[in-house]
């Protein structure tokens, strides 16, 4: 589908609940540098909190600049609430449509914003991995290119945060079985330690 708004992109195509759809792309929220990563920036029991691929297209104008987790107001700096990677299907480069960052901009106070003269491109190969927490300031850039830019980012969020995207009710429970447990559990199909997240109690302890 293209965007809905000019947040998604007029002209960029969006396939939402990944997780429901294929086992192909399971391999891009497990890859293990960046849950090594996870582990350092995030509290045990992170979540997935959305799998998408997106394809910005030739003619599409840059992405309004942001940071994934503007929506909580909690005073900067401050840790992140999640992280991101953006998974490259073509290479970056700085006329298709390579995500554009601020370095430096995740210690930026809550009153400074995002300009985009600040911004850089994001250079990345083909098959590369682009990896920042949810505090830097960023966002797509316009394709200025004659071809596609093809890619898929996986949000994660910490464990006592609401998913954007649903797993649970975005992916078919029948299909559990198909996919990696260490998947499964960042669905929000664990309970984050002691209780956050349970669906029911026993006296030997909590249960989803």
Known sequence: MTGRNDFEGHNTNRIYSLLNKSRVFDKF???PRVLELNDY???PGYLISAFHTIVINPGEKAQNLHHDDGYIQAPRPRRPFGAAIMAAFDAYTA???ATRIIPGSHLWDSERQGRPEDTIPAICP????????????HGGGANVSEKPRKSATVQYCQPYIRPIENQILAVDPRKLDEIDPRIVDMMGYKVMAPFMGYGKMRSSGMKV
Request: aromatic share 20%; hydrophobic share 50%; charged share 10%.
């Open 126 to 137: 083909e098959g590369g991995v682009v990896y920042f927490i949810s505090t830097l300031w």
């Open 41 to 43: 920036f995030l509290d």
């Open 95 to 97: 006329t298709n449509g």
């Open 29 to 31: 929220t497990i890859i």
